[in-house]
């Protein structure tokens, strides 16, 4: 069974550009979560959607969105980039909102320059 | 509070030696708290993970010990091996997870 699947696995964008983001989750599981990882850190929570509606966004500006289609895979969309944006992107996917049982996908590294 | 404090920031542990991690949490309506390894250029991976009405779980090698009333919980690494090398996060929470900063972990032969 495939796991948590993320693309493209890296990207470099240049400042004031937008980015797409996207993961497929696992089989069977309907929430999407989205973390941003930065060097050295753990990773820090932008959004929760599940059943295609938002149920959780964390400390990041407008820039950031999100949506989650039909099949529950979910884009991540981060426009007019900043070079502070640079970071590894992580899709986790669980079953429902309810607490644990969360898989991370290896991540879209994202380069702004 | 939203923090989880965790210590200590890079640790060097013999082979077969015992690893210990520590995190602290302040938010008592936490009710979830997981362990997860991370290998350089892959996502976190689920190691263990445990609820606040036990105060141990082992599993293999890896046991967390739970102290709820000292807001507390430990990762101990029993037997460490070089393949044990990784970055460690504790993390809290419901939705969302809220994790440390992490613990790079060196086993060394």
């Known amino acids: 069974d495939a796991g948590v699947t993320q693309s493209p696995t890296h990207l470099i964008k240049t400042r004031g550009q937008h980015v797409t983001l996207r993961c497929s989750p696992i089989s069977g599981h309907k929430s999407v979560s989205w973390y941003q990882q930065v060097l050295g850190q753990g990773p820090q929570f932008i959004f929760q959607?599940?059943?295609?509606?938002?149920?959780g966004r964390g400390n990041f500006p407008d820039r950031f969105s999100a949506r989650q289609f039909p099949n529950y895979s979910s884009e991540l969309n981060v426009n007019a980039l900043l070079l502070g944006d640079s970071a590894l992107y992580l899709c986790a996917s669980s079953l429902g909102t309810g607490t644990g049982g969360y898989t991370f996908g290896s991540g879209t590294r994202l380069t702004v320059v | 509070q939203q923090q989880v404090k965790q210590s200590p920031q890079s640790l060097i542990v013999q082979k077969g030696g015992i690893s210990i991690i520590n995190c602290a949490y302040e938010n008592t309506a936490f009710d979830y708290f997981p362990w997860y390894q991370q290998f350089p250029g892959k996502g976190p991976a689920l190691l263990i993970a445990i609820r606040p009405d036990v105060s141990e779980k082992k599993e293999g090698r890896f046991t967390i010990s739970f102290n709820k009333s000292a807001k507390q919980f430990s990762l101990h690494i029993m037997d460490s091996q070089p393949g044990d090398s990784a970055t460690y996060f504790c993390a809290a929470g419901a939705t969302p997870l809220v994790f440390g900063k992490g613990t790079r972990l060196s086993v060394i032969a």
């Open positions: 959607y599940y059943e295609k509606e938002e149920r």
